[in-house]
DNA sequence: TACACCGCTTGACATTTTAAACCGGTGGGC
DNA sequence: GCCCACCGGTTTAAAATGTCAAGCGGTGTA
């Protein structure tokens, strides 16, 4: 209520801030998992199973809904490949979207190696990073 | 707090990934409201109701949460300003750490005024962009 | 036949975010 | 002096969101 700035309005939230794209992207990348996801996949296109792997812990339940999300946004695309027989694996790609999003994740990486380095001990800096 | 930064254990979700920065910056960054503190205090300092404003939506508890938890981090600061006589206000800024993350805000900047310009249904634009 | 993997879905549960009311204090108009 | 708006928050309970574990139909390998 304080955080308004005028608007009675019902709906509140995001809508007095008045819309704008940066918002709305903040708005997207910001859901839990996302970036590791776009993360993930910008080192190539991977399977349900595979991908939840690859992004560190997101069950699937809650990966389900957000490639959901990402698929109506573009971002990503899902395709079902439609391999030998009846089995058909779901393969998830970015779109041309979201391998712009590269960029977004290079600057977080450059921003991550230079101010949070203080790791633990004994962890040795794998890769796949 | 799979995503906890601190997190001693060497239990649990995130380690079989391999510990590396970029996944930390990441959970950082994707806790709600943090890029829009950060965009908001990328602008200038500001006291905590005007920070609540600019941010659009957030409410006062979320967002002295996220203001100690990014203050711990090193990224913002906190300063409580002795004005004339006795009305001390809170001001924050961001630490140089913070300000770099300039970049990471520009490249979602960027990547959302490219792709993200068409409207939502039922969002009215108003102005603040 | 048995067992491990595939891509999910379900339903119960835990955590996070939220609105709203409220606190003590300041400052200004009347 | 009284009223009321603003400051920087805290507290509550409820809603939204995310998670866990189990399980489904199906395949492929041994």
Redesign the pocket.
Known sequence: ???ELSAPGPS??AVEKGFCPVYRAIGVLQ???VLHIVRALLDGE????????AVG????????????HLETLKIID?R?ED??????????TLTPVGRELQSVIDAIDTWGRAHLQEGHPGVVSAQGC
């Open positions: 209520m304080n955080t509140a939230t859901e839990k998992w991977k399977g349900f199973n595979e991908l939840a792997r812990g997101c069950n699937s339940a809650t990966l389900t809904q957000r490639l959901e899902k079902t391999t030998h027989g009846k089995l058909a694996r779901s393969v998830y």
